[in-house]
């Protein structure tokens, strides 16, 4: 049972590169969503989706895109890193019913 | 956006110890989630509660929802090393992916 994977776990970036964090899941989850995760800060929402086409900001979107074209993908996008998205990156997905979110098992970012 | 206060912000116990943390909100909450995150892994739920006063158990866990949909308490009774991690609370008011509201997490640490 894979459930909700991330690719990678680990990047290191030079701040101005670009790169997408895959996430996929295999439950046919309509709702998927992106978090950060920053020391004393708890889980922050980026972007999240309730279906395939749909896609909403959360609480810190800025320097980040996503889209989701299948059920099963979500992916994040970085168009020009910088230093303050060094992070932890947490892809969720639920079906909705009681809102119950599964987390992958994240993606270490570290932009210098 | 809502906002849930959790604490306490770190616990320094014994092995053997009970332990008890809990989230309050000023805004009303459908349903509390606790989850428990283990170092370099994802949030894994714990337990779910959907009712005003429901006290639910899985194993030594029990948490509640709180009468008054404001709050909610989880406790851990007679603590292991393998309880060591950080605990989130999260709270859904409906509406959506995005509904979903993290507390900054308890650091549970478990002194020899």
């Known amino acids: 049972n894979a459930g909700v994977t991330q690719t990678p776990k680990f990047q290191v970036l030079k701040t101005g590169q670009s790169m997408t964090l895959q996430c996929a899941q295999d439950?046919?989850?309509?709702?998927m969503s992106w978090y950060r995760q920053d020391p004393g800060m708890g889980l922050r929402l980026i972007h999240y989706s309730v279906g395939a086409g749909i896609t909403d900001q959360g609480e810190v979107p800025n320097g980040y895109n996503v889209s989701r074209s299948t059920t099963e993908d979500f992916p994040l996008r970085l168009l020009s890193a910088a230093p303050s998205q060094t992070s932890v990156y947490f892809c969720?997905?639920?079906?909705?019913?009681?809102?119950?979110?599964?987390f992958g098992a994240g993606t270490r970012l570290s932009v210098l | 956006g809502q906002q849930l206060n959790q604490s306490p912000q770190s616990m320094f116990i014994q092995e053997g110890e009970d332990v008890s943390m809990n989230c309050t909100s000023s805004s009303i909450f459908n349903t509390w989630l606790w989850y428990k995150q283990d170092p370099g892994e994802g949030p894994v739920l714990l337990i779910a509660?959907?009712?005003?006063?429901e006290l639910t158990s899985n194993g030594r866990l029990t948490a509640q929802f709180g009468i008054t949909r404001k709050d909610s308490f989880l406790n851990i009774s007679a603590s292991i090393p393998s309880d060591v991690g950080i605990y989130f609370c999260a709270g859904y008011s409906g509406g959506g992916a995005d509904g979903l509201t993290f507390g900054k997490g308890t650091h549970l640490i478990i002194q020899p």
């Open positions: 969720a997905s639920s079906s909705g019913l009681k809102n119950i979110q599964y």
């Open positions: 439950m046919n989850h309509e709702y």
């Open positions: 509660l959907y009712k005003a006063g």
